[in-house]
């Protein structure tokens, strides 16, 4: 049993940075690998970026890769995730998960927050 809970959301103008934070707790497992994941109104959720719990291993989405770091705090069992150059169309409710290796897909979801880029 993993509870996530996401932070660092707010209203934002285009071209400005934003750092949102993910903490785990009470995890059950001794490793595994986090997610940030995001859902526009009306558009199905997309994949943003992941590593593993250790910091050794980081992908990101092509549509994200450059403007989007994932990074990590074990000492505060957080996630984080800085975004650049902020642009409208990055407008969305974020969500960071944890991937669940016995089952092989990301099982534990944090509740989002809220991200709006004004034009």
């Known amino acids: 049993q993993v509870q996530l809970v996401e932070s660092g959301g707010g209203l934002v103008q285009a071209g400005n940075s934003l750092t949102l934070s993910c903490a785990a707790s009470?995890?059950?497992?001794?490793?595994?690998?986090m997610g940030w994941f995001r859902q526009a109104p009306g558009k199905e959720r997309e994949y943003g970026a992941d590593?593993?719990?250790?910091?050794?291993?980081?992908s990101y989405a092509d549509s994200v890769k450059g403007r989007f770091t994932i990074s990590r705090n074990n000492a505060k069992n957080t996630v984080y995730l800085q975004i650049n150059s902020l642009k409208p169309e990055d407008s969305a409710v974020y969500y960071c998960?944890?991937?669940?290796?016995?089952?092989?897909?990301?099982?534990?979801w944090g509740q989002g927050t809220q991200v709006t880029v004004s034009s």
């Open positions: 998960a944890a991937y669940d290796t016995r089952r092989g897909k990301y099982d534990y």
């Open positions: 590593i593993n719990w250790s910091g050794s291993s980081t």
């Open positions: 009470g995890r059950t497992f001794s490793s595994y690998r």
